[in-house]
């Protein structure tokens, strides 16, 4: 049901390796090059950001695991570009290529520091919300987007089926089962749902550990 | 229908294989296309390689354990109260601080890609975005602190703050002892990055 990069909970990946604070930011000088290219792209609006996680999560198992950070964003950087048709199969090979028509809208140095300081907010208006703070609820189970077979969610496989409390409310943000699919931003209200640690994995480390999921409302049913 | 393989075969496998060999042939292509212009792409590494990083989340931390009136803002809306140190923009629209106390230690992942604080804490490092931490931080918490050296007091909760929609959370850690003296700057130099994900906490100063 899921895809490669739904790992939470995940045996098997050994021990963290902290490293230090003192390590550069991009350790590798064309990781800085990776993620500045990709930013740039998305600057032409082709595509929003639950398009560009949904291009990473559909590397095949087999590039995702093999596949750096970096390369993972590169990979579906051009997956995407030709998906959308802003480069061609023959240009990514190394054909000459041509001027884009969409030349006008590429970010200029200039324009960098305000579109980063402004960000892209997700939160709109929309519909009043079906629960309120300590209600319980039920989270969809197994974890799908409903309207698309494989296709973007963000309810987590670990969270899939449990009761759990809601904690916050959100107002209403972008869905990205719908904006990832180029279906509209469809906004729902979203909540932090927290659940008991025993619940999710059988067995919690200590008693009263919890993980909470930021999740919208479709995702969940009322326990009554 | 004749069927060819090459064409099967997913767009990136045509880039070269050597990762930075990749990169430099996305950038030169969409430069030759117009669509991505080098100096912009150097204005961006900029940023992030030296304008914006965790001393941001610190000076947020160092504020609120000074000002009672600006930790309850940060507490209660914190996309405004970092907006007031000007702190704001792409990965932090939606902030949320998340307060350690004696009851609850908290620590913050993205099990399904790397969500993150940028406008606070930068880039995130290797390890926030590796399989490992992303899959085991969920279910065993406390295992991971272990690595990073930490240990929690008997009878502390740990909640995981899985960064699922675009909310993005800082961890407000506890102000340690002996610290009464220092000033807000002194007391931002003590906050470190990993402290404002919750895999550390802040040691009282030397």
Known sequence: MSRVHDMGGRFGDGAVMPGSENDPVFAQDWHARALAV????????????????HARECLSPADYMAFSYYEKW???LADLLVARGVVTR?????????????AERAMRAEAVAGALARGGPASRDGRAPRFAKGDSVRTRRPARNVRVAGGHTRLPGYVAGLVGTIERLHGCHVFPDANAHDQGEQPEPLYTVVFDAAEAWGAAEAPGDTVSCDLWESYLEPVA | MPHDHADDAPPHSLLPPEPALRVKALETLLTRKGLVDPAALDEIIETYAHRIGPRNGAAVVARAWVDQGFRARLLSDATAAVAEMGFTGRQGEHMVAVENTPAQHNMVVCTLCSCYPWPLLGIPPGWYKSDAYRARAVREPRA???EFGVTLPEGQRVRVWDSTAEVRY????MRPEGTKALDEAALAGLIHRD????????EPPA
């Open chain 1, 74 to 76: 590169l990979a579906a």
């Open chain 2, 170 to 173: 800082l961890v407000l850690p």
């Open chain 1, 38 to 53: 990709t930013l740039a792209a998305g600057a032409l609006g082709q595509w929003n950001l639950d398009v560009s996680r």
């Open chain 2, 195 to 202: 402290a404002m994900i919750g895999t550390a906490l802040v």
């Open chain 1, 90 to 102: 023959a240009e990514l090979a190394g054909a000459a290529p041509d001027v884009s028509p969409l």
């Open chain 2, 144 to 146: 991971v602190l272990a």
